[in-house]
């Protein structure tokens, strides 16, 4: 008799991609837009994005670039004069000095990240991650095939990993450092004197690489930005990525870049080559544009961050279990949320996690947030302060309404 058993059926999706995770803010964003989908007034703020629009000068240039027949393939790397200009903006606000072949523009800073951890890392290498962190370190860190190290700052410290922890963490296996500064999701900043101490660490494991995310430079509430590859001992270990979403409200324009030694930079830009190739030439010429034009423009969004977060802050000091450290860049708030664990719902659902908060906010507030889960905290959520004041007051008007009902 034939053989009538049910065919075994298999994914034919790769293991990699089955090991990896959707982004949790990519995610929460899509259960904001179906609920808004059905009408209801949900406040967005899960997602990292300014509200401002880019400013003009840029779109001009951009505009320039289409009537002057930028619209032909750049330069893996990136076209030469933004290159130069990635170059100069490294001079006058960082005090580096790199060369044209060490900048490698890319796809958004996001792209530059996975360039370097995939041109880096080899399966079975340890990459420690100084956590809380941003969502996409760690998928990054599977997608190398490499094993990811959390290593946990303190909120009595503001979050931030200490030398003295990261000297603990380092093994045999280690190869990569990745943080960001100032971080999302907490807006904790590093100090020089604290990189200098790390960098003192690094010193003394010469096979242990730095991936130092500096995308939110800009956007500082405490004075100078530092920068790990400011330290010259360590400075050709380190990869700085940098972009133009944050600081420029350019997020559409997918632009960011890094700056690395020549070989790295070389591999980073093979890695590219593969993927991409170059990024969109008419982004490429804004950019310009934007360096050009020096940070003014940066400047007064910063100042309306500066606003909000204290506008936020003040209100949920408020709100009963919210234990909210103050934010020195970024915009974003990061409370601890615990409090709420084992409550109860309205319908009888408990609350177990900040996931189950979150998505109570969310069905019960009509405001979107991301659960710590993601960023390596998963007592915390994770709100964006970059949103218009009244919406602010408003959201979090609504979270403490909703919240009282536990």
Same mark, same amino acid.
């Given at each position: 008799?034939?053989?009538?058993?049910?065919?075994?059926?298999?994914?034919?999706?790769?293991?990699?991609?089955?090991?990896?995770?959707?982004?949790?803010?990519?995610?929460?964003?899509?259960?904001? =837009?179906?609920?808004?989908?059905?009408?209801?007034?949900?406040? &967005?703020?899960?997602?990292?994005?300014?509200?401002?629009?880019?400013?003009?000068?840029?779109?001009?240039?951009?505009?320039?670039?289409?009537?002057?027949?930028?619209?032909?393939?750049?330069?893996?790397?990136?076209?030469?004069?933004?290159?130069?200009?990635?170059?100069?903006?490294?001079?006058?606000?960082?005090?580096?000095?790199?060369?044209?072949?060490?900048?490698?523009?890319?796809?958004?800073?996001?792209?530059?990240?996975?360039?370097?951890?995939?041109? #880096?890392?080899?399966?079975?290498?340890?990459?420690?991650?100084?956590?809380?962190?941003?969502?996409?370190?760690?998928?990054?860190?599977?997608?190398?095939?490499?094993?990811?190290?959390?290593?946990?700052?303190?909120?009595?410290?503001?979050?931030?990993?200490?030398?003295?922890?990261?000297?603990?963490?380092?093994?045999?296996?280690?190869?990569?450092?990745?943080?960001?500064?100032?971080?999302?999701? @907490?807006?904790?900043?590093?100090?020089?004197?604290?990189?200098?101490?790390?960098?003192?660490?690094?010193?003394?494991?010469?096979?242990?690489?730095? #991936?130092?995310?500096?995308?939110?430079?800009?956007?500082? /509430?405490?004075?100078?930005?530092?920068?790990?590859?400011?330290?010259?001992?360590?400075?050709?270990?380190?990869? @700085?990525?940098?972009? /133009?979403?944050?600081?420029?409200?350019?997020?559409?324009?997918?632009?960011?870049?890094?700056?690395?030694?020549?070989?790295?930079?070389?591999?980073?830009?093979?890695?590219?080559?593969?993927?991409?190739?170059?990024?969109?030439?008419?982004?490429?010429?804004?950019?310009?544009?934007?360096?050009?034009?020096?940070?003014?423009?940066?400047?007064?969004?910063?100042?309306?961050?500066?606003?909000? =977060?204290?506008?936020?802050?003040?209100?949920?000091?408020?709100?009963?279990?919210?234990?909210?450290?103050?934010?020195?860049?970024?915009?974003?708030?990061?409370?601890?949320?615990?409090?709420?664990?084992?409550? @109860?719902?309205?319908?009888?659902?408990?609350? &177990?996690?900040?996931?189950?908060?979150?998505? /109570?906010?969310?069905?019960?507030?009509?405001?979107?947030?991301?659960?710590?889960?993601?960023?390596?905290?998963?007592?915390?959520?994770?709100?964006?302060?970059?949103?218009?004041?009244?919406?602010?007051?408003?959201?979090?008007?609504?979270? =403490?309404?909703?919240?009282?009902?536990?």
């Amino acid at each position: 008799m034939p053989d009538t058993a049910a065919p075994v059926t298999t994914s034919p999706l790769s293991d990699r991609l089955l090991a990896m995770n959707e982004p949790a803010t990519i995610a929460m964003v899509k259960k904001a =837009r179906e609920l808004m989908a059905t009408g209801v007034d949900v406040i &967005n703020l899960s997602f990292g994005e300014p509200d401002f629009q880019t400013p003009q000068y840029i779109k001009d240039a951009a505009k320039q670039a289409l009537d002057d027949g930028y619209t032909f393939y750049t330069p893996v790397p990136g076209i030469p004069e933004l290159r130069q200009a990635i170059c100069d903006k490294f001079k006058r606000d960082n005090q580096l000095d790199f060369l044209p072949n060490q900048i490698v523009v890319s796809t958004g800073a996001k792209q530059a990240l996975a360039n370097a951890v995939l041109s #880096l890392v080899n399966p079975g290498d340890e990459v420690i991650v100084f956590s809380p962190y941003w969502v996409s370190y760690e998928e990054m860190v599977k997608l190398a095939d490499g094993v990811t190290v959390e290593l946990r700052g303190t909120l009595a410290n503001e979050y931030k990993v200490t030398a003295a922890q990261l000297e603990a963490a380092i093994t045999p296996r280690t190869k990569l450092v990745m943080y960001s500064s100032p971080c999302n999701p @907490t807006g904790a900043v590093f100090s020089r004197e604290e990189l200098g101490a790390i960098a003192e660490v690094l010193t003394r494991h010469p096979q242990v690489y730095a #991936l130092a995310d500096e995308i939110y430079e800009y956007i500082n /509430f405490v004075g100078e930005h530092a920068s790990l590859a400011h330290f010259p001992e360590v400075k050709d270990r380190v990869i @700085t990525v940098n972009g /133009f979403s944050k600081g420029y409200a350019m997020t559409g324009w997918r632009l960011g870049y890094l700056a690395a030694r020549p070989d790295i930079a070389a591999a980073c830009e093979k890695m590219q080559s593969q993927i991409t190739s170059g990024t969109c030439s008419i982004s490429q010429r804004a950019g310009l544009a934007a360096l050009r034009g020096g940070r003014a423009s940066a400047d007064e969004m910063v100042a309306a961050y500066r606003r909000r =977060r204290d506008l936020v802050l003040d209100i949920v000091k408020d709100i009963p279990g919210f234990n909210t450290p103050t934010p020195s860049g970024a915009f974003y708030i990061f409370p601890e949320v615990s409090a709420y664990f084992g409550r @109860t719902t309205p319908d009888g659902s408990v609350i &177990n996690n900040a996931l189950d908060l979150a998505l /109570f906010m969310l069905n019960d507030a009509h405001v979107s947030a991301v659960s710590g889960d993601a960023f390596g905290a998963p007592e915390c959520i994770r709100f964006s302060t970059a949103a218009a004041d009244d919406k602010l007051v408003e959201a979090f008007r609504r979270i =403490r309404a909703s919240l009282a009902k536990l």
